[in-house]
């Protein structure tokens, strides 16, 4: 005997609490995504393990076909580091801003970056 397939009815997708709450955890401010780009470049200027990875995650989520940055490297960075990562994340979701178009000058800075770690492209 054939199975009866209910109707899909406006209320299978409406957005419940923990939807809006989930959202609202998840959304920072432009101000916020601004000072945690502007703190993972001032690191990815730096030489050492957590300068690479914050240029990685940075280039990645400018050009995620080009830079793929592994998130268990994520585990390299320091507390206030791992959050300014997590908060440019959250900004780009939020913004719908690239990370290079959310700051001033931001191709300049972003070129630089790409020259400064050739290594981290896929097409290197």
């Not at 000072?35 to 990875?53: F, N, P, T, W, Y």
């Not at 990645?60 to 490297?73: C, E």
């Amino acid at each position: 005997m054939p199975q009866i397939i209910e109707p899909v009815k406006a209320s299978d997708f409406a957005v419940d609490e923990k939807h809006e709450s989930a959202s609202a955890k998840n959304s920072i401010s432009e101000n916020e995504y601004k000072d945690a780009i502007l703190k993972l470049v001032k690191l990815a200027q730096g030489d050492s393990g957590a300068s690479e990875l914050a240029a990685h995650i940075l280039l990645s989520l400018s050009n995620g076909n080009a830079y793929q940055v592994p998130l268990s490297s994520f585990m390299m960075l320091d507390a206030l580091n791992f959050d300014a990562a997590l908060s440019v994340i959250k900004g780009h979701r939020s913004c719908f801003c690239s990370p290079y178009g959310a700051i001033q000058n931001g191709d300049a800075i972003f070129n630089n970056l790409k020259k400064r770690w050739p290594t981290l492209s896929i097409n290197y």
